[in-house]
């Protein structure tokens, strides 16, 4: 004999422009259940705040009724605040949400300082998260150095020749386009002062210090790092990683450690390949557009471009790599359990890591500066 259900309501109470709205009784989609409209009744408030108070059973009906009623508030500029629900219906409205896009503007009603506000808890918990990750990975890394036998040396290799070996046509084409471009920018302004030679140390000087490293990295962060992403976003949708972890099996240790170490390593020969490359592409411009023998050309590169200077461009990379893995293994490890989230967990892996790649070059510029590198 199935149990006695009470009947839904939707509790509404207007106080000033706030309209409160409590939610009561067994939602369930065979049965009666009031209406967002009903609720409303005709009211026009500026703020509307959804709750449960003696919430019982309930499924797709509730949801039905909350994504109404957020959506009413999106057309009418109205603030809905869902914080009193549970956290399961909340995750169940964003996946809707996502499932169910719509031209409505977002609500922009709430006070622009809790906004300010809650953007800065965001970033400070994402933060944490974040450093708590890099922690696991130290670990981790600790943990390979004391018993190296139980690293999964076969994975380390694979991903080493797909982040690596696969990665050298995209990085070829790059790295000499860029070359290209620099030799032809610097053309324009050195032919005007007769200084055409001088081409090769802007172009050397440019690609080992900067671009070589810098370009390897962009490419890697939108070839890699969202491969990354995905794989493990997908693993998580498919339950693999809560497999591992019910059997005592790390995470960090199986999935992001090879991943991790592989870019480690191939990044800053790939940046040193990129570095070949461009000052090939300046070479051939330079022989083409100002008639540079390539022995002329080279023999000047070499009077500006030292070992100190290849030596920033390949730390720079080192580092580079470490946070394209970085990020790209967080976000798929954090990756919501459906397609989408997989597919945004690969662009907020490519956009993290783009980001602080900028930030690492910047806070180097500044570094090797001081050290007088």
Not at 89 to 104: C, D, F, G, N
Not at 206 to 234: C, D, I, P, Q, Y
Not at 288 to 293: A, D, E, T
Not at 357 to 362: E, H, L, P, S
């Amino acid at each position: 004999m199935s149990a006695p259900t009470s009947p839904a309501r939707a509790d509404a109470a207007l106080e000033g422009e706030t309209l409160s709205v409590q939610l009561a009784g067994d939602w369930l989609i065979t049965a009666p259940r009031p209406g967002w409209l009903a609720a409303l009744a005709g009211r026009t408030p500026k703020r509307v705040v959804l709750g449960s108070a003696g919430l019982g059973q309930w499924d797709s009906a509730l949801l039905l009724f909350l994504f109404e009623a957020q959506q009413w508030c999106r057309i009418a500029g109205a603030h809905c605040d869902t914080k009193a629900l549970p956290e399961k219906i909340h995750a169940l409205l964003r996946q809707m949400s996502t499932s169910h896009e719509t031209s409505v503007p977002f609500d922009r009603s709430e006070n622009f300082f809790t906004a300010v506000g809650e953007a800065t808890l965001d970033i400070w918990r994402k933060t944490r998260v974040f450093a708590h990750f890099i922690g696991e990975c130290v670990l981790g890394a600790v943990r390979l150095v004391k018993h190296p036998k139980k690293f999964r040396w076969a994975d380390f290799v694979e991903e080493m020749q797909l982040c690596g070996a696969m990665a050298l046509p995209i990085v070829s084409l790059v790295s000499f386009l860029v070359g290209v471009t620099l030799a032809y920018t610097g053309a324009i302004v050195l032919r005007q002062y007769g200084g055409d030679i001088y081409v090769a140390d802007l172009v050397g000087l440019s690609m080992v210090r900067e671009m070589g490293a810098l370009m390897t990295g962009v490419v890697l962060a939108g070839r890699t790092g969202a491969a990354f992403a995905a794989t493990l976003g997908n693993m998580k949708a498919n339950e693999e990683i809560d497999a591992l972890e019910t059997l005592g099996i790390s995470a960090v240790d199986f999935l992001v450690l090879p991943r991790l170490l592989a870019l480690g390593v191939m990044m800053p020969l790939l940046a040193i390949y990129s570095n070949a490359l461009g000052i090939l592409g300046g070479m051939a411009i330079s022989m083409k557009v100002l008639s540079i023998p390539p022995a002329a050309y080279w023999v000047e590169m070499l009077t500006i471009v030292d070992m100190s200077d290849l030596l920033v461009g390949v730390i720079k990379a080192v580092v580079f790599g470490l946070i394209i893995g970085l990020a790209g293994c967080l976000r798929g490890i954090e990756a919501e359990r459906s397609a989408a989230g997989v597919g945004r967990a690969a662009t907020s892996a490519v956009v993290t890591a783009i980001l602080l790649i900028i930030m690492a070059d910047a806070v180097f510029a500044v570094a090797f500066d001081i050290l007088g590198l």
